[in-house]
């Protein structure tokens, strides 16, 4: 079946200007993450959904970060006046419930600040 | 918080021998314990896990295992293959962590033929 996909598949902007990443998690998955990684390093976890809520938010780096998720399926990542340390690939991976069930990624959008 | 290391960074192996790659956590509730394969321009894709209740578990070439009381986890190839040259790495997941995974910084494999 059809995994998780996220659009766009690579994102330039420049500084200051706002960006929404957008991610379809695999269809019955009630759980939804964001991830960042950075070039050459590992995951940093940003936020998780559990259906249309987010439990947990600690990841998210300021304020200018935002996520949301609506019927129970697709989310975005929204960015807003973004800086250069943004720069990152944005993973985001679902997993059919909460807590120690496997997590599948999608693709990734490649995110480019000048 | 849940704190992972991995490794080695980097390792190189010739086609045919077996790799090690080995991880630590911090936190003793930790109890999920996932691998995963990046290769370049791709997302991670799970290749094996195991859970608390389990010391080692076999798929193939892959094998984990897991030692509790010391609070570290490995990967183990065997056989490798070329198309086996990625970057993986490991990741803990414990209880009353809302689900989220803490991932260890990666290891760069390389086979050689």
């Known amino acids: 079946g059809a995994g998780v996909s996220q659009s766009p598949s690579n994102k330039v902007t420049e500084k200051g200007k706002d960006v929404e990443l957008r991610c379809d998690p695999i269809?019955?998955?009630?759980?939804l993450y964001w991830y960042r990684q950075r070039l050459g390093q590992g995951l940093e976890f940003l936020i998780y959904?559990?259906?249309?809520?987010?439990?947990?938010k600690s990841g998210l780096p300021s304020d200018r970060f935002s996520a949301e998720r609506t019927g129970e399926s697709v989310s975005t990542l929204t960015i807003q006046r973004t800086q250069q340390e943004d720069s990152a690939v944005y993973l985001c991976?679902?997993?059919?419930?909460?807590?120690?069930?496997?997590?599948?990624f999608g693709p990734g959008t490649r995110l480019l600040v000048l | 918080g849940e704190n992972v290391e991995q490794h080695p960074s980097t390792l190189s192996v010739q086609e045919g021998d077996s790799a090690v790659i080995k991880c630590t956590y911090s936190?003793?509730?930790?109890?999920?314990f996932p691998w995963y394969k990046q290769e370049l321009g791709k997302g991670p894709q799970l290749i094996i896990d195991?859970?608390?209740?389990?010391g080692e578990k076999k798929d193939q070439r892959i094998a984990v295992t897991l030692n509790k009381t010391a609070k570290h986890f490995s990967l183990h190839i065997t056989e490798t293959q070329p198309e086996d040259s990625a970057v993986y790495f490991c990741?803990?997941?414990?209880?009353?962590?809302?689900?989220?995974?803490?991932f260890g910084t990666g290891t760069r494999l390389q086979v050689t033929l």
């Open positions: 269809s019955g998955h009630t759980a």
């Open positions: 936190d003793s509730a930790s109890n999920y």
């Open positions: 990741a803990a997941i414990g209880t009353g962590t809302a689900s989220k995974l803490t």
């Open positions: 195991i859970r608390s209740n389990v």
């Open positions: 991976a679902s997993s059919f419930n909460p807590g120690q069930e496997t997590q599948y």
């Open positions: 959904f559990q259906g249309n809520s987010a439990p947990d």
